[in-house]
């Protein structure tokens, strides 16, 4: 059973949020691709290559939809039974460093943007991303050009421990 280190995620994240790591590829709509090269840093386990639509996973060249785009990655982890697992939580304020958020800005139903929790002040998580590149962020990203009232957000407890 392999156990994830929230604070190898943490780092890895630290290290990046600014800069493109060579051994994997860089999208123009990076927040994905980042997030889910921090939760591998963390020891979460990938399957279902070479097939893109199922599992979570990087390799060859290519990568499941899960691993590079928000709303795949939100779907996934809404279903996954194996790899990879987490749970929905209600608030932001249950999320620990490693934990990671969808964000839906316009309220549509579709979830455009990813990011991980690097650190908690007062109750309150803060978060990494790329794209457009950020560290040590308020969550709720209200000061994002993208936000918008009706944003919506999934806050996705990592699993400590995968099968």
Not at 19 to 47: E, I
Not at 68 to 82: D, I, K, N, P, T
Request: proline share 4%.
């Amino acid at each position: 059973m392999a156990v994830y280190d929230r604070e190898a995620a943490v780092a890895y994240a630290n290290r990046w949020w600014n800069d493109y790591n060579p051994a994997y590829p860089k999208f123009a709509v990076d927040c994905t691709n980042y997030v889910s090269q921090c939760l591998r840093a963390g020891g979460a386990p990938m399957w279902g290559s070479p097939n893109r639509e199922r599992g979570w996973w990087i390799g060859g060249g290519n990568w499941s939809f899960s691993w590079s785009v928000s709303h795949s990655l939100r779907w996934y982890l809404a279903g996954s039974q194996r790899g990879l697992r987490a749970r929905r939580v209600q608030s932001a304020g249950e999320l620990e460093p490693g934990d990671i958020i969808s964000y839906d800005f316009e309220g549509d139903g579709v979830f455009n943007h990813t990011t991980i929790v690097t650190s908690k002040r007062d109750g309150v998580p803060y978060v990494n991303a790329h794209t457009y590149n950020v560290r040590d962020r308020h969550w709720a990203y209200k000061d994002s050009y993208a936000w918008r009232p009706d944003a919506t957000y999934i806050f996705w407890k990592i699993n400590d421990r995968f099968d």
